[in-house]
């Protein structure tokens, strides 16, 4: 498991008291958060069982688990997807828990948990892979020559390691160029033309195209990289109000059911001062 | 069981003991329930459940016909599990007809009887035999006859029932079938479900009628889902806003990234709203649609409130 020390910290010392039987464990899509449920089960030298999260399996997930004779890890992936009465039948867990097993949560806001479920759970949060961390996926996984100064790019883009090979599966010279061509042209092209550009992103499942969020990541990148060059102070203001703008709608796209298409639009919006 | 099989076997006089209808294609499927009963001399009999006739499936008939069951809806049966394999091997004296007006194609139940070539879909017709079956009975224009497909989704059963009404009045009033059937439109004989307001809604409101807007959206408001409205409401502003600021360019298509239809669509409301008031209402449709999303706007008031924001200063 790369990077997530701190927190592998944490279940140490947690380990060594009383570990909680019930977590949530709270990390953006990719930050490997099943890998580290996974690594949470063998550390608790417990069976890791990966359950699906509809009712009926939640439900049948909570029968076995008073029922088994070896410590087992239950992992219930994207929780914040659950239907109500799933999240309802976990409660039961939570307050009369089973003696041999762990429920491990998954989840990437909170904001979707009941807040009867997070007050009795223990939630846990994934850290952000640092520079290094990614530097070691990318060695590991990729020749990390082969990517020259663009690894520079992948590290500042990319927040998890399915983002990097992302970006790699993409190839990182061409979406690098399509995202600073972008750029300019969200401003500067006729706002007909701009309109056209969240056509050009995979706004839904069965759509081709860049993922709309590395992309913005990516332009906020690409503002940010003109900004260490930038000696005006009108363009300097400019860059760095660009930054602000892309960087909230970014956080706007991660809105669950969020309208992307709507969202991208009003970026390019505010972006031309509209 | 295709449909074309089910209608050779009868021919060919190939009684089977089983037969699962599904479809919502009530009148046809009652038309095969009737071909078969007349052409094997059976006696239809009506039941409530499976249970309730399962053991005389096995039983010998007094009488000079065999039974058939005619059994409608049984979700008792669909649980039963058990009796589903029992039914396949049961050596009956008799004909089950199971009617299902819906079944879920994933459902193992589903798949047994498939698998065992037991059902038989009962779909809606296509339009041109739909057609036929209508001016068949009334002398309908094609394009009323399509409309009243349209209205009706298809349904035989449903059109037999409208064009009964336009047969009655063209012969009360002694008016033709097209007038009539225009007279019982406008009257609300016959019933056009609210969904298929959704269109006109849109367009009311792209064409910057408010009265007729919040008329049909107090009739559509209980059907139709508000982020469904407010997306489809989003799609078309921000269409006419593309075109509206493409003017007369060549390749209008190319260089606005919409479909010829989209275009086309939008051409017919340019100039209601300006470029400022379509990028006004384009932020306010995702406004309503984010707050939804964000729990800041109730969803009931969501429409309602783009409206009021669109037409603020409509006369």
New interface residues.
């Given amino acids: 498991m790369i990077g997530q020390e701190n927190l592998l910290q944490l279940i140490d010392t947690l380990k060594s008291n009383k570990f909680p039987r019930f977590i949530i464990l709270e990390g953006e899509k990719g930050s490997g958060r099943k890998t580290m449920a996974r690594e949470i089960a063998k550390r608790l030298n417990a069976r890791p069982v990966l359950s699906g999260i509809s009712t009926e399996e939640i439900r049948n997930v909570i029968n076995l688990s008073y029922k088994v004779s070896t410590p087992t890890v239950y992992i219930l992936p994207d929780a914040d997807k659950m239907h109500k009465a799933a999240k309802n039948a976990l409660l039961k867990v939570t307050e009369e828990p089973p003696e041999k097993s762990y429920f491990i949560l998954t989840t990437n806001n909170l904001m979707y948990m009941l807040s009867t479920l997070i007050s009795r759970g223990t939630v846990l949060k994934m850290d952000k892979y640092s520079r290094t961390n990614k530097l070691d996926y990318i060695k590991l996984n990729y020749s990390l020559e082969s990517f020259g100064s663009n690894v520079d790019f992948l590290c500042d883009v990319c927040d998890t390691f399915p983002e990097i090979d992302a970006v790699i599966d993409y190839n990182v010279e061409e979406f690098k160029a399509f995202c600073a061509t972008t750029a300019g042209f969200i401003v500067k092209a ?4 701009a ?2 550009i969240p ?1 050009k992103l995979k706004l839904k499942e069965e759509d081709t195209g860049y993922d709309p969020t590395l992309f913005m990541k990516a332009v906020a990148y690409n503002f940010s990289q003109q900004l260490i060059t930038a000696e005006n102070r009108c363009v300097i203001d400019s860059l760095t109000e660009n930054i602000r703008i892309t960087l909230n709608y970014i956080n ?1 796209l991660g ?5 992307k ?3 991208l ?2 970026w390019i ?1 505010e972006m031309r001062g ?1 | 069981m295709e449909l074309a099989e089910l209608r050779t076997s009868i021919v060919n006089k190939d009684l089977k003991n089983y037969y699962m209808f599904v479809g919502e294609e009530v009148k046809i499927m009652d038309t095969y329930i009737q071909q078969i009963v007349s052409t094997f001399n059976l006696e239809p009999i009506r039941a409530e459940s499976l249970n309730a006739v399962y053991s005389k499936l096995t039983s010998n008939t007094f009488g000079n016909k065999m039974p058939c069951y005619i059994i409608s809806n049984d979700d008792e049966f669909i649980k039963a599990d058990k009796v589903w394999e029992r039914m396949f091997d049961l050596k009956m004296k008799c004909v089950v007809i199971m009617l299902y007006y819906k079944l879920d194609k994933r459902t193992t139940f589903y798949k047994l009887h498939n698998d065992n070539g037991l059902i038989t879909e009962f779909n809606v017709l296509p339009s041109e035999m739909l057609i036929k079956y209508i001016q068949k009975e009334v002398d309908l224009s094609q394009n009323y006859c399509e409309e009243l497909i349209g209205i009706c989704k298809g349904n035989l059963s449903k059109i037999l029932l409208e064009v009964d009404k336009i047969k009655c009045l063209a012969k009360a009033k002694d008016v033709t079938c097209n007038n009539a059937y225009i007279t019982l439109i406008q009257e609300g004989v016959i019933f056009v479900p609210a969904t298929d307001l959704l269109f006109p809604f849109i367009d009311a409101i792209t064409l910057c009628n408010p009265q007729l807007s919040y008329t049909i959206w107090n009739k559509i408001k209980k059907v139709e889902n508000s982020m469904a409205v407010l997306s489809l409401l989003y799609g078309n502003f921000r269409n006419i806003l593309s075109v509206q600021l493409a003017g007369n360019v060549n390749g209008i298509c190319e260089f606005t990234g919409l479909t010829p239809f989209q275009v086309k669509l939008a051409k017919e409301k340019l100039g209601i709203f300006s470029k400022e008031e379509l990028v006004s209402i384009i932020k306010t449709v995702r406004k309503a649609e984010k707050g939804i999303k964000t729990g800041l706007i109730e969803e009931p008031i969501a429409v309602k409130y783009v409206l009021t924001q669109i037409f603020k200063g409509a006369k």
């Fill in positions: 006729p706002l007909a033309n309109l056209k056509k706007e809105i669950k059911g969020i309208h298409l709507a969202t639009d009003a919006l509209l």
